[in-house]
Each structure stands twice: as C-alpha cells, then as structure tokens.
C-alpha cells in the first residue's frame, strides 16, 4: 500500500510539473512580441484614426488581453493523465490479487472507523480555483469571469467524460454490488479543480489544490468505496478536462 501511496503521489506531482519547458517557451514568445513592438514604427497610425480622429469612437482602442498568452494546449500535455488513465484502465480486469491486497491492507487500517469527510473536500479545489483570484495581490491570469467559464467547460466535459464510462464499463464497488466503480468521480472531481488552480495561479497554489486532490483519492480507497485503479483513472481524467477547457 505504501508504494502504490508513493506512485499515487509522483503521478500526479509529474502530470502538474510538466508545464515547466512549455512554460519557458511561452515567456520566449512574449519577449519576441516585446522586442517586434519596440522596433515598429510608432508615426503608422490606423485607417480608423486618420479617418475618424483619435478622439472617435470608431477610433481604435487599446487591447486588454495580452498580445501572448502565457498557457497554450499542447497534445503532450496529454501523456502523464493519458498514461494515468490507461493503468486504470487496465486494473478493470487485470492484478485482481493486488487490488484485494490493497484493500485489506486498508481494511486493516480502517477498522470499522469509517472517515467520511472526502465527500466535501472533494469540492475545495474548485472554491479555491474560484475564489484565491480575490484575494489581494494574488497573480491570476483572467478575471473571474474567465475562471467561471472554463471551469464551467472543464467540469461538464469532467462530469461528462465519468459517468459515461462508469454505466459503460459496470465495475463493481468493493463495498457493494453497485456496477459503477470506475472511475472513481470523486477523484476526477477534486484533480479537475487542482489543476485549475495549478493553470491560473501557479504551481505553488496548484501544490495546495493536489494536497487535497491525493487526500481525497486516498480516502476513497480508505473507505472502501473504489479500488486503486478508479482512483488513478479518475486523478487521470480530471487533470485532463482542466486542460482541455484552457
């Protein structure tokens, strides 16, 4: 149970640190903008200007969004959540003995003292995605508007994306005769806002989002609800509707 605690966590710290070359590029691209706008002739002024007059309304105005946007979807953002979601995948019907030995090692664990509490901090990350970008000071990348959107985008593609695939494959839970284990909702739930807050504010208020994310997968399995490999497809498909949205 240890190790698969230990490959749980280093699965998702690579999927959210992944973005570090892409990052890099991105400030390249920003400075190339920087340096092509101070060397542009500043005397050209638009049609609309020299027709309507700087004061027209039809003059041109000054954009708002920035000229390069520091986060751009790239296909191998998809690898670390693709490579999670096929190891859960693949645990639907393969190492049946490790799956039972996970689970007694939690059983031994648990007792009959059942922790219920994932079933609400499941939903942490999606506030503090929405709600860290009020906080004074804190560096964001839209308002708040622009985070309503795309973690509207991200969570129904989530939500979408899970139950399709719950009432197709029918796993069975480990604590009942339900046929809708995989993949583990709550998980996809809680990695979806984590990697939200991970795009919009950064890796170190990203870090806090994953904390509760893992915790929450963990506890899943705690409290017999899902089996190992719902757990790491669900982290697996919500880190990858947090990205698509963007």
Same mark, same amino acid.
């Given at each position: 149970?240890?190790?698969?605690?230990?490959?749980?966590?280093?699965?998702?710290?690579?999927?959210? %640190?992944?973005?570090?070359?892409?990052?890099?590029?991105?400030?390249?691209?920003?400075?190339?903008?920087?340096?092509?706008?101070?060397?542009?002739?500043?005397?050209?002024?638009?049609?609309?200007?020299?027709?309507?007059?700087?004061?027209?309304?039809?003059?041109?105005?000054?954009?708002?969004?920035?000229?390069?946007?520091?986060?751009?979807?790239?296909?191998?953002?998809?690898?670390?959540?693709?490579?999670?979601?096929? $190891? %859960?995948?693949?645990g639907v019907n393969?190492?049946?003995?490790?799956?039972? %030995?996970?689970?007694?090692?939690?059983?031994?664990?648990?007792?009959?003292?059942?922790?219920?509490?994932?079933?609400?901090?499941?939903?942490?990350?999606?506030?503090?995605?929405?709600?860290?970008?009020?906080?004074?000071?804190?560096?964001?990348?839209?308002?708040?508007?622009?985070?309503?959107?795309?973690?509207?985008? $991200?969570?129904?593609?989530?939500?979408?994306?899970?139950?399709?695939?719950?009432?197709?494959?029918?796993?069975?839970?480990?604590?009942?005769?339900?046929?809708?284990?995989?993949?583990?909702?709550?998980?996809?739930? $809680?990695?979806?806002?984590?990697?939200?807050?991970?795009?919009?504010? %950064?890796?170190?208020?990203?870090?806090?989002?994953?904390?509760?994310?893992?915790?929450?997968?963990?506890?899943?399995?705690?409290n017999e609800r899902?089996?190992?490999?719902?757990?790491?497809?669900?982290?697996?498909?919500?880190?990858?509707?947090?990205?698509?949205?963007?």
């Amino acid at each position: 149970m240890r190790q698969l605690f230990l490959l749980f966590i280093t699965l998702s710290l690579v999927s959210s %640190g992944m973005q570090s070359a892409e990052q890099a590029d991105s400030i390249a691209e920003v400075v190339e903008v920087l340096v092509a706008d101070s060397v542009a002739d500043s005397s050209v002024v638009p049609i609309s200007d020299a027709v309507a007059g700087p004061d027209s309304p039809f003059a041109s105005q000054p954009s708002i969004k920035p000229a390069v946007d520091y986060y751009r979807f790239r296909w191998p953002q998809t690898i670390a959540p693709g490579v999670m979601i096929a $190891a %859960g995948s693949v645990g639907v019907n393969c190492f049946i003995g490790f799956k039972e %030995g996970i689970r007694a090692d939690f059983a031994k664990l648990r007792g009959d003292r059942y922790l219920h509490f994932d079933d609400y901090i499941q939903y942490v990350p999606a506030i503090g995605y929405l709600g860290v970008g009020f906080i004074p000071g804190t560096k964001k990348r839209g308002d708040f508007v622009d985070r309503l959107l795309c973690g509207a985008t $991200a969570y129904i593609l989530m939500a979408a994306t899970t139950n399709a695939i719950k009432y197709s494959v029918r796993e069975k839970r480990p604590d009942s005769n339900t046929r809708n284990s995989f993949p583990s909702g709550h998980t996809a739930n $809680a990695f979806c806002g984590a990697e939200l807050m991970r795009i919009e504010y %950064g890796n170190w208020v990203g870090l806090a989002g994953y904390a509760v994310a893992v915790t929450t997968g963990v506890m899943r399995m705690y409290n017999e609800r899902h089996w190992w490999n719902d757990v790491i497809a669900g982290a697996g498909i919500g880190i990858l509707c947090a990205r698509t949205a963007y």
